[in-house]
């Protein structure tokens, strides 16, 4: 299983602070598009991904465990 | 000692200043980033940040493994609050210890610019008729490819 965060504007979408679902052997597309389609979340051409507290390109394979975070432009600072 | 922090608290600026203090140091700069009442002529009540804490902190040490990679002999620390913060209330404390002046204020001046490219923490500003997460207001930052590309970050 995968835990899966969401921050910012895609919480407020989202509804929760994170997800626990089965992602093991998606792609972060595949993932992004499926989460696109059921939360209709907003703006997500302009939200990166990490794996495991890193950044990760959209082709990137997501292993079983894996923490998935979705992070809308920062704005720290 | 932790150099890079995510704090609930209001930050004390002498405690980030005193992690820098070395016997090699000429200089060192502080940047304190404060909460700002006008933007743009709109009058922000107060601020929420949240960060994705744990990757905040492996990013604020990735920004100071680079500064100390470019600047000789500089010694970084970075403490970044999150939670409520009213107008005036400091939201950043960035300290940099260099042996000579000129680049303890150019590197301070890039860890700040790197926080805002990509550290996990987000402003969410409440204003008198609405409340927004800031960012990406102007959806002038995209990501094709999902992550920030080598120009990016280079700026």
């Keep these: ?77 | 000692m932790r150099m890079y922090e995510i704090s609930k608290e209001p930050i004390e600026i002498q405690a980030v200043i005193d992690k820098v203090v070395q016997r090699e140091a000429g200089a060192i700069t502080t940047f304190i980033g404060t909460v700002r009442e006008l933007t743009h002529g709109k009058k922000t009540l107060f601020l929420i940040y949240e960060a994705y804490e744990a990757m905040a902190v492996k990013k604020l040490e990735q920004i100071g493994a680079e500064i100390e990679e470019c600047w000789a002999g500089s010694q970084v620390a970075i403490t970044h609050r999150v939670g409520r913060l009213d107008i005036t209330d400091i939201a950043v404390v960035i300290a940099v210890s260099t042996p000579h002046r000129a680049d303890a204020y150019e590197a301070n001046r890039y860890a700040i610019e790197r926080i805002k490219e990509i550290v996990p923490i987000w402003k969410k500003e409440h204003w008198e008729d609405g409340e927004s997460w800031m960012g990406n207001q102007l959806e002038t930052v995209s990501y094709p490819s999902g992550k920030p590309e080598e120009g990016d970050l280079d700026e």
């Design chain 1, 1 to 77: 299983m995968n835990k899966v965060l969401f921050f910012a504007h895609l919480r407020d979408a989202v509804g929760a602070e994170y997800l626990t679902l089965d992602a093991g052997g998606k792609t972060v597309a595949e993932l992004k598009d499926e989460l696109v389609e059921k939360y209709d979340l907003p703006r997500m051409e302009t939200v990166m991904t990490a794996i495991n507290e890193e950044f990760a390109s959209n082709d990137e394979v997501i292993r079983d465990g894996d923490e998935i975070a979705f992070i809308p432009p920062v704005s720290g600072g």
